[in-house]
């Protein structure tokens, strides 16, 4: 699928103001899918388009990334705000999240506010996580997102944020290049490229939220999976050691590809979220 055909067959749907690009397809269990840092939710088309002939599978552009614009305020805490109020608006009572990248910790979010009865009218049954920041002394960001983050980034962006520089970090985190469309997945981040700098909260909020997304993860009332490319550089092997031994209950697959598995090894990322879904019916 091509990014203007993933766009097309969604929507934008006015949530408080801001107009959000949501896909909302299939039927039967829901499933919501949260993408990562710096994409959309075109990331999640390949596993989509074989999970919604049997699922009900919403995906979703977080403030400033693909079709969703930016606000004043970018932090998790709107991010998640906004996952909620597009469950909400899509009527989803209970769901399974599956979470990759930048969204691993909106999920933590997502469970500590469970843990607080936060979420009320919304049951989360599981977590699919997929490479992601889930220990955060353990993330190892690359050099152009530190000093696009650092005191420099609104300067730099215009020269680090450029197709050819999104190919390159691509390159390095990504096994499987073969599988991923530079062109079409740079459709869906230069939108917001010069932007980039606000979106990359993340690495420091991670240890502000430290203890309780970590308490989050290690609760286990709420069963997760891990569907791992161990040979990502950023959050891979190292980070899958410590979550297995966080939660040594969560079903784990380790596959032997680089940061984007639902990319990279689309079928068995399907067949594992398939294989979690049967588990927590």
Known sequence: MRYDEWRASGREVELEGVRVFVRDRGEGRALVFLHGFPTSSFDWAEVIARLETRFRCIAFDFLGFGGTPP???????????????????SGVERCVIVAHDYAVSIAQELLARRREGALSGIEIEGVVFMNGGIEPTLHRAL????????????W?????????????????LITRMDRFDVDEHWRGVRV????????????AERKTYAERWRAAFRDRSVPVALVW???????GGHVLAWAREARPDAEVLALDVGHYPQVEATEECVAAIERFVAGVG
């Open 71 to 89: 606000v004043a305020r970018i932090d998790y805490a709107a991010q998640c705000d906004l996952a909620i109020r597009v469950m909400r608006a």
């Open 143 to 154: 050099l152009v997102q530190k000093l696009l983050a650092g005191p420099l980034g609104p």
């Open 156 to 172: 730099l962006a215009p020269v680090l944020v450029t197709k050819r520089t999104f190919a390159r970090s691509m390159g390095r």
């Open 192 to 203: 917001h490229a010069a932007r980039a700098p606000r979106l990359l909260h993340y690495i």
């Open 229 to 235: 490319g161990t040979r990502d550089p950023v959050s």
